[in-house]
């Protein structure tokens, strides 16, 4: 029988929830409109004692009052609230409007000079009006609460890490669906230990293991929205020595009737445990150089080139043009950027940028503003192995880009480079240290009608050739996860800052500056891995921990890799326009001599000759110092000037004698 009474209830419900919000909001304001008239009878009868006398008002007198007070609850957003989710601030604030609304009839009834009317009425019938909202509304809330949640989803237990405002929030959602099974809070708070939140007993988080086995608790989401990267990387490693899985919330007040707490919460990324929060763009920067302007990207189908084109898109160029020598790439990316935004003009160019015919025949039929130059192998092993079509590719691509740049007078050419340009051992940072010396040159012979720069990254997250996907990779197969020295450290960047980051450097170039973005402390890859290992809710496999889920891998450095990644050298450092991005001067070469430098270099290059070709990038670059395979690099990193306050974070940081 129960069964049978219980299923209607909960297809009413259903079906409630799944009015549209117009029909609720004039549902609820109906309902109001028709019990809060009796609210004010019952507190006139309550004052004057005499049915009689209460009916001697008009009735336009109780609309007056009905009117107002629905008008206050509009203003208070009553009306707009989820009722399922309502809470204690909603509804105080929905006392605050109703006395507004009450202070309002009185002054009516001031300014109507009615003497007979009286004023104690009113504060009687705020009392009753205001437990009519709270008791209506909780009721109905824990109506739909009761019949919707159906039968929880017993084999998956959660905890809540957090027992704050957004952490009930979340246990109050979940009830509402079969999805979770809250079982318990865990919070840093002595005073909330054994406390009962939402409905849910919280726990100290010192007793976390033990509760985590006693109740059985699956997974944790943690409902911290501010909490910090370092904080967050602490909580993480105290859930993963616990065995469980976790999640984080990462929006509630977007949900809607119909939504679920699938859609509140997302697994951890690694960006939310970089130590430190992203940078964000400066707006006046953003748009200068692409807003309204003919842009060029080369290698757009690379990942840093179509961020690149995604961040373009949305800043109204005037038109856009795709250079990629891979077919699927470039139809990739120009598909997806179609897709988003029809309305754009956008050209895609088949081709490689080592053709000079083919990137002046685009720059000569298509007037160009702005250049970015993207397009290059950065792949340090394959290019190691493969030396003369990387020095190619990257190096005769980029005196291809600056002469047509200049030629064809580009406003702005912008050339993405990387931290291994700096004191490079390997053919790809060298290359990229060539590709630089190129477009310094460029600013030196045609800096009058075009703006050359260069940006220089660190690890880029997510793009391909990063650790990330390959431990995402050997995660999925059950590792190990392989690292090729315990002591490798890198710097990371989201994408998405790399983007902004070329966007912006073009705005700020004064001629020939590379721009360095200030990426907090450098992360050894060995503590990247034991954290997506953790963040997979699994354990490291060690000798101490035989039983343990994955485990690590030291393979040996790869030929030409460093321990140690650096971003600036000996030049001379000065502020930009963003107080998170630096701009420096390098040293540079005579144009003439680096012409003819590169020349023979393309010559050694014909001859395939590793010897004479790492010969002439060393006449170029004096300070490549390539290294064999497993011979670790820069154990003493070269000292920066002495430290100075007034300085960046990290050139701060880099004038130490080891970059940890």
């Known amino acids: 029988m129960p069964t049978l009474l219980t299923k209607p209830l909960s297809q009413f419900c259903t079906e409630l929830v799944a009015i549209n919000r117009t029909a609720k909001i004039a549902l609820m304001v109906v309902v109001d409109l028709l019990a809060l008239p009796f609210c004010f009878l019952i507190a006139m009868l309550l004052r004057v004692g005499d049915a009689g006398a209460a009916m001697h008002y008009p009735a ?45 009839v009185y002054l009516v009834m001031m300014g109507i000079n009615d003497d007979k009317f009286p004023r104690s009425a009113l504060v009687i019938y705020w009392f009753i009006a205001f437990s009519y909202v709270v008791t209506s509304r909780m009721t109905v809330r824990n109506f739909l609460r009761k019949h919707m949640s159906g039968t929880p989803a017993a084999d998956h237990a959660v905890a809540i890490y957090g027992a704050a405002e957004p952490g009930a929030q979340l246990a109050m959602t979940m009830r509402t669906s079969n999805q979770y099974r809250p079982v318990c809070f865990f919070d840093d708070k002595r005073a909330l230990n054994q406390r009962t939140i939402a409905g849910l007993r919280v726990f100290h988080t010192d007793n976390l293991a033990e509760m985590v086995r006693s109740l059985g608790v699956r997974s944790v989401i943690i409902a911290l929205p501010s909490v910090s990267p370092q904080r967050l990387r602490d909580i993480m490693e105290r859930l993963a020595m616990a065995g469980v899985r976790t999640r984080i919330l990462c929006r509630l007040l977007d949900l ?92 895609a160019h088949l081709g490689s940028v080592c053709s000079a015919r083919l990137v002046e025949r685009i720059l000569q039929e298509n007037p160009i503003d702005t250049i970015y130059h993207a397009a290059a192998y950065k792949h340090v092993p394959l290019v190691e192995s493969n030396i003369v079509a990387g020095l190619r590719n990257n190096v005769l691509g980029s005196q291809v880009i600056a002469a047509a740049a200049a030629r064809f007078k580009v406003r702005t050419c912008v050339l993405i480079s990387s931290d291994k340009a700096v004191r490079p051992t390997n053919i790809m940072g060298a290359s990229k240290r060539i590709a630089e010396l190129i477009f310094q040159a460029a600013a030196t012979t045609h800096g009058a009608d075009t703006t050359f720069c260069m940006v220089r990254f660190g690890n880029v997250l997510g793009s391909s050739g990063s650790v990330i996907p390959l431990f995402q990779r050997q995660l999925a197969h059950g590792g190990p996860l392989t690292i090729t020295h315990p002591d490798v450290s890198r710097y990371f960047m989201l994408i998405a800052e790399a983007a902004q980051l070329v966007i912006q450097a073009g705005a700020m170039a ?41 485990g690590l891998k030291f393979v040996g450095l790869f030929p030409g890799e460093k321990l140690y990644e650096e971003l600036l050298t000996d030049g001379k450092v000065f502020p930009s326009d963003h107080p998170r991005i630096m701009r420096m001067k390098e040293h540079a070469l005579d144009p003439g001599v680096l012409d003819t430098y590169i020349t023979c270099l393309m010559l050694a290059c014909n001859t395939h000759d590793r010897g004479m070709i790492e010969s002439m990038v060393k006449a170029i670059v004096a300070e490549y110092t390539p290294r064999p395979n497993g011979a670790p690099g820069n154990h003493s990193p070269a000292v920066v000037s002495a430290p100075d306050k007034s300085r960046p974070a990290l050139l701060r940081r880099l004038s130490s004698d080891r970059i940890e």
């Open 60 to 104: 336009a007198a109780y609309l007056l009052v009905a009117l107002l007070t629905v008008g206050a609850f509009s203003l208070s957003d009553l009306y707009r609230a989820v009722i399922r989710f309502i809470d204690q601030r909603m509804l105080a604030v929905t006392g605050c409007t109703l006395a507004m609304a009450t202070l309002a």
């Open 256 to 347: 809607a009737d119909d939504a679920t707490p699938l859609q509140a919460v997302r697994d951890l990324k690694f960006e939310d445990l970089l130590g430190r929060k992203p940078v964000p763009p400066r707006t006046e920067l953003f748009g200068r150089c692409v807003r309204g302007k003919r842009v060029l990207v080369t290698g757009a189908g690379g990942s840093i080139g179509s961020e690149l084109c995604r961040q373009i898109v949305t800043l109204a160029p005037a038109h856009l043009h795709l250079v990629d020598h891979s077919e699927f790439a470039l139809y990739t990316i120009r598909q997806e950027l179609l897709g988003r935004h029809p309305e754009m003009r956008i050209s």
């Open 510 to 550: 004064k001629g020939g500056d590379v721009f360095v973005l200030d990426m907090g402390e450098p992360i050894r890859i060995v503590d990247l891995a034991r954290s997506m290992i953790m963040m997979s809710g699994l354990t490291e496999k060690t000798a101490q921990n035989p039983a343990g889920d994955i």
